[in-house]
T-cell receptor
């Protein structure tokens, strides 16, 4: 069965330091991978996706993610964290054999960036 | 271009009542998806619709839940005879054709008392 794991419930980072939010997946075939961010009382906002091509994907707000097929990972990264990056981050995967929009989400990782 | 609009934002229903959640997709989007987010959990896919058609309802509970996306008007997620376990945030998303990313609404928070 397809699944997504975000092993950390919370990540704490000092402003200006690099941040990593981890995501691993399990899916048959080649996955479509996504990162979304959710601010309090808001809907999810799309950050970036990997479908095919370059393993390093650049997205919104300076975020990037690296697809690692051998480790089945798709970690989200940012070189220098901002306090305004504090939010809930969700990794999602879609089985290319599944219907469009049938995304499987991880439980989310709360990112806290302190000044 | 307004984003995905969901209403109401908050909905309180007594056990046994019906809940109707509305979603207006972004202009030009003909694909709508509904997700449910239970407390402390990630989003769970419920249903994928295109205009007048249900494409994938593999995540919908077999009873009491239904969804539609008529030719005119918003998509509706309907929950009949609500129970306390239906309390959750329900998110709608929309996309254009192809592999475009889904844009999410702000959600409807349903509380069953």
């Amino acid at each position: 069965a397809q699944s997504v794991a975000q092993p950390e419930d919370q990540v704490n980072v000092a402003e200006g330091n690099p941040l990593t939010v981890k995501c691993t997946y399990s899916v048959s075939g080649n996955p479509y991978l996504f990162w979304y961010v959710q601010y309090p009382n808001r809907g999810l906002q799309f950050l970036l996706k990997y479908i095919t091509g370059d393993n390093l994907v650049k997205g919104s707000y300076g975020f990037e993610a690296e697809f690692n097929k051998s480790q089945t990972s798709f970690h989200l990264k940012k070189p220098s964290a901002l306090v305004s990056d504090s939010a809930l981050y969700f990794c999602a995967v879609r089985d290319p054999g599944g219907s469009q929009g049938n995304l499987i989400f991880g439980k989310g990782t709360k990112l806290s960036v302190k000044p | 271009n307004a984003g995905v609009m969901q209403n109401p934002r908050h909905l309180v229903r007594r056990r046994g009542q019906e809940a109707r959640l509305r979603c207006s997709p972004m202009k030009g989007h003909s694909h709508v998806y509904w997700y449910r987010q239970l407390p402390e959990e990630g989003l769970k896919f419920m249903v994928y619709l295109q205009k007048e058609n249900i494409i994938d309802e593999s995540g919908m509970p077999k009873e009491r839940f239904s969804a539609e996306f008529p030719k005119e008007g918003p998509s509706i997620l309907r929950i009949q005879q609500v129970v306390r376990g239906d309390s959750a945030a329900y998110f709608c998303a929309s996309s254009s054709q192809g592999e475009g990313e889904a844009f999410f609404g702000q959600g409807t928070r349903l509380t069953v008392v």
